[in-house]
């Protein structure tokens, strides 16, 4: 089976590009969450979301920053604009359901360096 | 805004001997997990504790969840190198909006020498 697939592993952005980053989850899992993780710093949860739906955007900056998760294909996190500061390992998770939304798994992250 | 703090954020051993990480916070969390993260890898799950006062083990790792469920530790016995890591806490908040919403301890880096 395969585990949550991220690519791409390593993206190098210009300042003011855009960052399209991809997820797919585990197959069975309809449950997404992105999480970033600064140079130093733990994980942090950005937004949670179900097919079509966006159920927790709490972490997400209130600018530049969208996520989506469409009836076919993968989520994506999408960074327009890209700054220096937007430098991180970006995360996904997935799980089956809801109620086991404690029960996550991550992917082995996106790289994004911006220069 | 839920907050873990885990401790020791460095730790170096001999192989063989023994250890405990720490992790801690203010907030009540309706279940807490410990996740194992090498370098250029996600977190991998090692356990979840969701009663107060419970007690997982696998192999040489015994997890606990406080009685509070406040908090929790890692002990590792008879460390070995390939014990060497990053270890994360995470817990899931208390209530319904906090579904799906882990909150990271800053890590442990263990490492193991020979």
């Known amino acids: 089976n395969a585990g949550v697939m991220q690519n791409p592993r390593h993206l190098v952005r210009r300042r003011g590009q855009e960052a399209r980053l991809r997820c797919s989850p585990m197959?069975?899992?309809?449950?997404v969450y992105w999480y970033r993780q600064l140079p130093e710093e733990g994980l942090k949860f950005m937004v949670y979301?179900?097919?079509?739906?966006?159920?927790?955007e709490s972490g997400m900056p209130k600018e530049r920053f969208s996520a989506e998760f469409p009836k076919e294909g993968p989520s994506i996190l999408r960074i327009q604009q890209v700054v220096r500061g937007d430098s991180a390992a970006y995360f996904c998770?997935?799980?089956?359901?809801?109620?086991?939304?404690?029960?996550?798994?991550f992917g082995a992250g996106t790289r994004l360096s911006v220069l | 805004t839920q907050l873990l703090e885990q401790s020791p954020q460095f730790l170096s051993i001999q192989e063989g001997e023994n250890l405990t990480v720490y992790c801690n916070s203010s907030?009540?969390?309706?279940?807490l997990q410990w996740y194992r993260q090498e370098p250029g890898e996600g977190p991998v799950l090692l356990v979840t504790?969701?009663?107060?006062?419970e007690v997982k083990k696998l192999k040489r790792l015994t997890f606990q969840f406080g009685d509070a469920r406040k908090d929790s530790s890692l002990h590792i016995t008879a460390a070995q190198p390939g014990d060497t890591g990053l270890y994360l806490c995470?817990?899931?908040?208390?209530?319904?909006?906090?579904?799906?919403?882990?909150?990271f301890g800053q890590g442990t880096i263990l490492t193991v020498h020979p």
């Open positions: 998770a997935s799980s089956p359901t809801r109620t086991s939304a404690r029960i996550q798994y």
């Open positions: 197959k069975g899992h309809s449950h």
């Open positions: 979301l179900q097919k079509e739906n966006i159920i927790d």
């Open positions: 907030s009540v969390f309706s279940s």
């Open positions: 504790v969701v009663t107060g006062g």
């Open positions: 995470a817990g899931e908040g208390a209530g319904g909006t906090s579904y799906g919403k882990l909150t």
